[in-house]
């Protein structure tokens, strides 16, 4: 029971970093394959908040958020003089530079050893050490995002987003300022991501830069694409089966040295007859151009 708890866990927190990035792809239209490292740069600012000088993961949250949100505004304000394969570009280079000083600066974040004894969340003094109670938690926090970035998407505010996406001239011609608002979506989507490196980081009570590689921002990516772009329902399917259905392959018995190389031929494989059948994803309404 506690492994079907522990996936939905795990679950919860990509539905949270596949939302945010369906807010920059599909909603917008902005190609990026750096979303990792600002599910990095969340779960770092908030361990290291906690470790070295004993904040409270709640405070981190939020923390983690802004700090992410801010590496978001420094990665929009460059790639507004670029577009379509030079910003997925500039976003694929964000995503190595950050994972390098993860990786490199040992003094701060200890490198390719990690960080250790993370410490967990506690409401009212009481540790949520039971799987079920952060499960709650994650819920409550996918719920949240769920609420902002449906709001955010069904206002008018979401219609010149998707006015962006279909044709930025148009935009621009009705007197939009189309450059903020790109940087107002690399904000948010960089903020959730922030918020789901709080929820991994005080979970797993360990990090390394292993688990914030430019494949992680791949994943995410797959998983907006296989659910449906623009579609929030779509965010759900894609975080659920590509989480999940690569844990099916352990109940088949292969080695680990299979079993890691066949998951990602499938991941592949998954994404080439997507790409012929189903270009939009399950439930998308848009599709890359």
Same mark, same amino acid.
Request: glycine residues 12%; contains cysteine; proline residues 4%.
């Given at each position: 029971?506690?492994?079907?708890?522990?996936?939905?866990?795990?679950?919860?927190?990509?539905?949270?970093?596949?939302?945010?990035?369906?807010?920059?792809?599909?909603?917008?239209?902005?190609?990026?394959? $750096?979303?990792?490292?600002?599910? +990095?740069? #969340?779960?770092?600012?908030?361990?290291?908040?906690?470790?070295?000088?004993?904040?409270?993961?709640?405070?981190?949250?939020?923390?983690?958020?802004?700090?992410?949100?801010?590496?978001?505004?420094?990665?929009?304000?460059?790639?507004?003089?670029?577009?379509?394969?030079?910003?997925?570009?500039?976003?694929?280079?964000?995503?190595?530079? &950050?994972?390098?000083?993860?990786?490199?600066?040992?003094?701060?974040?200890?490198?390719?050893?990690?960080?250790?004894?993370?410490?967990?969340?506690?409401?009212?003094?009481?540790?949520?050490?039971?799987?079920?109670?952060?499960?709650?938690? &994650?819920?409550?926090?996918?719920?949240?995002?769920?609420? +902002?970035?449906?709001?955010?998407?069904?206002?008018?505010?979401? !219609? &010149?987003?998707?006015?962006?996406? @279909?044709?930025?001239?148009?935009?621009?011609?009705?007197?939009?300022?189309?450059?903020?608002?790109?940087? @107002?979506?690399?904000?948010?989507?960089? =903020?959730? %991501?922030?918020?789901?490196?709080?929820?991994?980081?005080?979970?797993?009570?360990?990090?390394?830069?292993?688990?914030?590689?430019?494949?992680?921002?791949?994943?995410?990516?797959?998983? &907006?694409?296989?659910?449906?772009?623009?579609?929030?329902?779509?965010?759900?399917? $894609?975080?659920?089966?590509?989480?999940?259905?690569? @844990?099916?392959? !352990? =109940?088949?018995?292969?080695?680990?040295?299979? %079993?890691?190389?066949?998951?990602?031929?499938?991941?592949?494989?998954?994404?080439?007859?997507?790409?012929?059948?189903?270009?939009? #994803?399950?439930?998308?309404?848009?599709?890359?151009?």
């Amino acid at each position: 029971m506690e492994y079907i708890l522990h996936i939905l866990v795990i679950t919860g927190i990509y539905i949270v970093l596949t939302l945010g990035l369906n807010l920059v792809i599909g909603f917008t239209g902005l190609p990026s394959l $750096g979303h990792a490292a600002f599910y +990095c740069v #969340g779960g770092y600012t908030s361990a290291l908040l906690a470790l070295k000088f004993g904040i409270s993961p709640w405070v981190g949250m939020l923390a983690g958020g802004i700090m992410a949100a801010i590496f978001g505004a420094a990665v929009a304000f460059p790639a507004l003089r670029i577009k379509d394969d030079y910003l997925a570009l500039a976003t694929f280079g964000f995503g190595v530079i &950050v994972y390098s000083v993860a990786k490199n600066w040992v003094d701060l974040t200890r490198g390719p050893m990690g960080l250790p004894g993370i410490p967990g969340y506690t409401l009212f003094g009481l540790p949520l050490s039971e799987i079920w109670s952060y499960l709650i938690l &994650v819920i409550i926090v996918v719920i949240f995002t769920v609420i +902002c970035i449906g709001r955010i998407t069904d206002s008018p505010y979401g !219609r &010149v987003l998707k006015g962006v996406r @279909e044709d930025e001239i148009a935009v621009l011609s009705l007197g939009r300022n189309v450059s903020k608002f790109k940087i @107002e979506v690399f904000i948010i989507g960089a =903020f959730f %991501a922030g918020i789901a490196g709080n929820l991994y980081a005080h979970y797993i009570t360990f990090i390394d830069p292993s688990s914030f590689t430019v494949i992680e921002s791949i994943t995410i990516l797959l998983m &907006v694409v296989f659910g449906g772009m623009a579609s929030l329902k779509g965010s759900f399917i $894609g975080a659920a089966a590509l989480v999940i259905f690569p @844990e099916l392959l !352990r =109940f088949i018995g292969l080695p680990s040295s299979v %079993a890691a190389p066949l998951r990602q031929m499938l991941y592949g494989l998954l994404l080439i007859v997507l790409m012929i059948k189903r270009p939009q #994803g399950i439930l998308g309404k848009y599709r890359l151009k």
